[in-house]
């Protein structure tokens, strides 16, 4: 399967707790994007990476929330001290430079008890 | 800002039915525009996108879906309703200006139930 992965598909955490969730993307994607999802509602953007470089953050990005993509391929999400707000679905999508769409992963559903 | 409006959080059609879904957006520029499905508890599937071109755009499992300025919106439409497309499903918009990072604002999405 070459679409997008995200590890784990699941997590339960104990507020307070630091989680990190892992992305891999389509391999010759060099565009890569974080969004969260809450119960009922549309993605929200978080933050896009060209290559390793972080272009654009969301205001929604805390300081709490930190993003990685080390050479360029995969991309971690890091939320530290996680609150009971922080509990949604974390999407993760790539798509080419010159593709006007981008491929969605299957997500990592969050949850903060 | 940019921003979608999908018109209905909930709809509910006879399998074999028409279905229509509404979006909105509000852009001083014209956006590429795009339908996404998600099933629960999984990631979004493109059905469609327009960019440019022909204003009706045809995608996957039988929806097409019309790009009209002069109302600003994106309606998604698919002839006959079947079961298997009960889902949610998001419209979404992302600036074409130069630099576009394709970054995509989305709408709060609608549900779509069939009912046999």
């Known amino acids: 399967d070459t679409g997008v992965s995200q590890n784990p598909r699941h997590k339960i955490t104990k507020r307070g707790q630091n989680v990190t969730f892992r992305c891999d993307p389509i391999s010759e994607h060099n565009r890569l994007y974080w969004y969260r999802q809450t119960l009922g509602q549309g993605p929200e953007f978080l933050t896009y990476f060209q290559n390793e470089a972080q272009l654009e953050k969301s205001r929604l990005l805390s300081d709490r929330f930190s993003a990685e993509r080390p050479k360029g391929s995969f991309s971690t999400l890091e939320i530290q001290r996680t609150e009971q707000g922080d509990s949604a679905m974390y999407l993760c999508a790539s798509s080419a430079q010159t593709a006007t769409e981008a491929f969605f992963g299957q997500g990592t559903r969050l949850t903060v008890v | 800002a940019q921003s979608v409006t999908q018109l209905g959080s909930h709809v509910s059609v006879s399998e074999g039915a028409l279905v229509l879904l509404r979006c909105n957006y509000s852009s001083s520029v014209p956006p590429y525009l795009f339908w996404y499905v998600q099933y629960p508890n999984q990631g979004l599937q493109l059905l469609l996108k327009?960019?440019?071109?022909?204003?009706l755009v045809k995608g996957i499992n039988g929806f097409e879906a019309e790009f009209k300025k002069s109302e600003t919106s994106f309606h998604l439409t698919k002839p006959s309703a079947h079961m298997s497309d009960a889902a949610e499903y998001f419209c979404a918009v992302s600036p074409p200006t130069s630099g576009n990072t394709g970054k995509l604002i989305f709408g709060q999405g609608t549900t779509l139930q069939v009912k046999p």
């Open positions: 327009y960019t440019t071109g022909a204003t």
